[in-house]
């Protein structure tokens, strides 16, 4: 056994040998990084495990929008017609959009997944991986066009928001001013965005019908612990049997599976507790399973039978239109989503620039600026395809930390995603209560920031504060960064009007002063003129 191990060491020493100085080995530079082909692809494969998770938990958030489905996808029987509140309830013809939709943007996340890993690679040569992002998808989805559909402008406009921010951002990497903009929010407001954010993510992961459903409606407060064995489907307040849920408890096993892969520093930590839970969903005739004996279930489940398939995209594709673009909520939209990219990508850059000691003394790091062109084309590209904007993602780092110091990394992880695209029956059956463990879990980890704010300092933990409890309570990002800024320009009024008041004393003094001197000046000359006429 030992001289097999010995042989194999050394039939991979001299694959590395041999890659490295190869075309592509000398383009990755990987001698040059200390790095080699299987450092590379252990890394790679370590940081699609850990991201893998975006394939299906993005889809199901954006597929809450109900995209391009409308009422008129609606089953209703003959003679009559579709009412507006179809989409609210269990309608197989809405549901049939539905499962499309979410097939559609299965593969339109995992495509530009793809292609924004590679570009990451080939251009910017950093081994960084890219995919939509979280909080975006998830502001797009709840606050531009609403639960299926009933929010403040359509999909299409929404996508057209996107590509517009897209651009915008690309334009702001070409000249420059991305530190400039960064700047511009107060630290504390930046810091607790990225919070905030995680508690909104954690909140949708703990609904119902979105996640475990630990969360319900009440008409007296409002929300209330759930997880009922039976729902209202229209309000979706407890019918009866209070944590009775089977699905719920299953996925508490999940999350418990997750928090201690990741007490252990299990790499792929989210993936192992959503396959549990999504493995046992998969067994028809029980409780918990997500193909239960009805037309939709058996429908899915035929579908899902196909394991392999390739899936056209088709609803979301250049989904986009400009008709109702000049409004306020389309602008407060775009400078919303640009300025949560700008600090996102700058934030996450450095932060795996400097454990992957690319950082020089200057501050700067190879592949930086082209990095930067890399995220704002793929949002661009994301947008075509119907996804919210593309971000790199901080599970990079776990990649960085198996040894990944190139774009080869960021390949690899692209060619992962492509593969996953032909996996859509699979993915797309994955259940919501699987899901929501990974969404708390992100909202664990995006907490992490609150320790860098000044706490001791009023005029820095108010806005932060006031900035993570909006969003979540009022079920929007945008409100949250609105109200931190808010506050911290009200706090910062008292300083600016006793600066204005003691200027205003000093320019007093000198106009007095002046006033003096050019009076004694007078009084000089006029005794000195008297002198003369005597």
């Given at each position: 056994?030992?001289?097999?191990?010995?042989?194999?060491?050394?039939?991979?020493?001299?694959?590395?040998?041999?890659?490295?100085?190869?075309?592509?080995?000398?383009?990755?530079?990987?001698?040059?990084?200390?790095?080699?082909?299987?450092?590379?692809?252990?890394?790679?494969t370590t940081t699609f495990l850990t991201m893998a998770y975006i394939i299906t938990v993005n889809a199901t958030i954006l597929a809450d929008s109900g995209g391009m489905c409308s009422v008129s996808d609606c089953t209703v029987e003959s003679g009559q017609t579709a009412s507006p509140d179809c989409v609210m309830k269990p309608n197989v013809g809405y549901q049939k959009c539905l499962a499309k939709l979410k097939s559609d943007l299965i593969?339109?996340?995992?495509?530009?997944?793809?292609?924004?890993?590679?570009?990451?690679?080939?251009?910017?040569?950093?081994?960084?991986?890219?995919?939509?992002?979280?909080?975006?998808?998830?502001?797009?989805?709840?606050?531009?066009?609403?639960?299926?559909?009933?929010?403040?402008?359509?999909?299409?406009?929404?996508?057209?928001?996107?590509?517009?921010?897209?651009?915008?951002?690309?334009?702001?990497?070409?000249?420059?001013?991305?530190?400039?903009?960064?700047?511009?929010?107060?630290?504390?407001?930046?810091?607790?965005?990225?919070?905030?954010?995680?508690?909104?993510?954690?909140?949708?992961?703990?609904?119902?019908?979105?996640?475990?459903?630990?969360?319900?409606?009440?008409?007296?407060?409002?929300?209330?612990?759930?997880?009922?064995?039976?729902?209202?489907?229209?309000?979706?307040?407890?019918?009866?049997?209070?944590?009775?849920?089977?699905?719920?408890?299953?996925?508490?096993?999940?999350?418990?599976?997750?928090?201690?892969?990741?007490?252990?520093?299990?790499?792929?930590?989210?993936?192992?507790?959503?396959?549990?839970?999504?493995?046992?969903?998969?067994?028809?005739?029980?409780?918990?399973?997500?193909?239960?004996?009805?037309?939709?279930?058996?429908?899915?489940?035929?579908?899902?039978?196909?394991?392999?398939?390739?899936?056209?995209?088709?609803?979301?594709?250049?989904?986009?239109?400009?008709?109702?673009?000049?409004?306020?909520?389309?602008?407060?939209?775009?400078?919303?989503?640009?300025?949560?990219?700008?600090?996102?990508?700058?934030?996450?850059?450095?932060?795996?620039?400097?454990?992957?000691?690319?950082?020089?003394?200057?501050?700067?790091?190879?592949?930086?600026?082209?990095?930067?062109?890399?995220?704002?084309?793929?949002?661009?590209?994301?947008?075509?395809?119907?996804?919210?904007?593309?971000?790199?993602?901080?599970?990079?780092?776990?990649?960085?930390?198996?040894?990944?110091?190139?774009?080869?990394?960021?390949?690899?992880?692209?060619?992962?995603?492509?593969?996953?695209?032909?996996?859509?029956?699979?993915?797309?059956?994955?259940?919501?209560?699987?899901?929501?463990?990974?969404?708390?879990?992100?909202?664990?980890?995006?907490?992490?920031?609150?320790?860098?704010?000044?706490?001791?300092?009023?005029?820095?933990?108010?806005?932060?504060?006031?900035?993570m409890l909006i969003m979540p309570l009022t079920y929007s990002i945008s409100n949250g960064i609105l109200g931190g800024i808010g506050m911290y320009v009200a706090l910062g009024i008292y300083d600016y009007f006793v600066g204005w008041i003691k200027w205003m004393i000093e320019m007093k003094k000198m106009v007095v002063k002046e006033q003096n001197q050019v009076s004694a000046t007078a009084m000089a000359v006029g005794t000195e003129h008297?002198?003369?006429?005597?």
């Open positions: 056994m030992q001289m097999g191990r010995k042989l194999c060491a050394n039939v991979q020493q001299s694959l590395d040998e041999a890659f490295s100085k190869s075309k592509v080995g000398k383009f990755f530079k990987l001698e040059s990084r200390k790095t080699s082909l299987t450092k590379e692809w252990r890394a790679a593969v339109a996340t995992a495509l530009s997944s793809m292609i924004g890993s590679f570009a990451m690679g080939l251009f910017a040569n950093l081994p960084l991986g890219l995919a939509p992002g979280m909080g975006p998808n998830a502001y797009l989805t709840y606050n531009l066009v609403g639960f299926h559909g009933t929010g403040s402008m359509s999909y299409k406009t929404a996508m057209a928001v996107v590509l517009v921010e897209g651009c915008a951002f690309l334009a702001i990497a070409v000249f420059g001013l991305r530190a400039k903009l960064a700047r511009l929010i107060p630290k504390s407001v930046r810091l607790a965005c990225a919070a905030g954010i995680g508690l909104f993510i954690a909140f949708v992961g703990l609904r119902a019908h979105q996640g475990l459903g630990l969360i319900g409606p009440d008409t007296a407060t409002l929300v209330t612990v759930a997880a009922c064995k039976d729902s209202n489907p229209t309000t979706g307040e407890c019918i009866g049997g209070k944590m009775q849920s089977r699905t719920f408890w299953l996925g508490s096993v999940g999350f418990l599976i997750i928090c201690y892969s990741l007490m252990k520093n299990v790499k792929g930590s989210m993936i192992y507790g959503m396959l549990f839970v999504t493995l046992v969903s998969w067994i028809r005739g029980t409780s918990v399973t997500v193909f239960p004996y009805t037309p939709q279930g058996d429908s899915s489940f035929e579908y899902f039978k196909k394991v392999v398939d390739f899936h056209k995209i088709e609803s979301t594709l250049w989904a986009i239109s400009f008709t109702n673009f000049n409004t306020s909520e389309v602008w407060i939209a775009m400078v919303t989503l640009l300025y949560v990219d700008v600090l996102a990508t700058t934030g996450t850059l450095y932060t795996m620039a400097e454990v992957g000691e690319f950082v020089n003394e200057e501050g700067e790091f190879e592949g930086e600026y082209s990095a930067y062109m890399v995220d704002a084309g793929t949002t661009i590209l994301g947008s075509m395809l119907g996804v919210s904007p593309i971000a790199t993602y901080i599970e990079s780092v776990s990649g960085i930390r198996e040894g990944g110091r190139t774009g080869l990394t960021a390949v690899i992880v692209g060619i992962y995603f492509g593969l996953s695209i032909f996996f859509t029956p699979l993915l797309a059956n994955v259940p919501p209560w699987a899901i929501g463990p990974s969404l708390v879990i992100v909202g664990v980890l995006m907490m992490k920031v609150v320790k860098d704010i000044d706490w001791e300092n009023i005029k820095e933990a108010v806005p932060a504060f006031v900035t008297n002198y003369e006429i005597i």
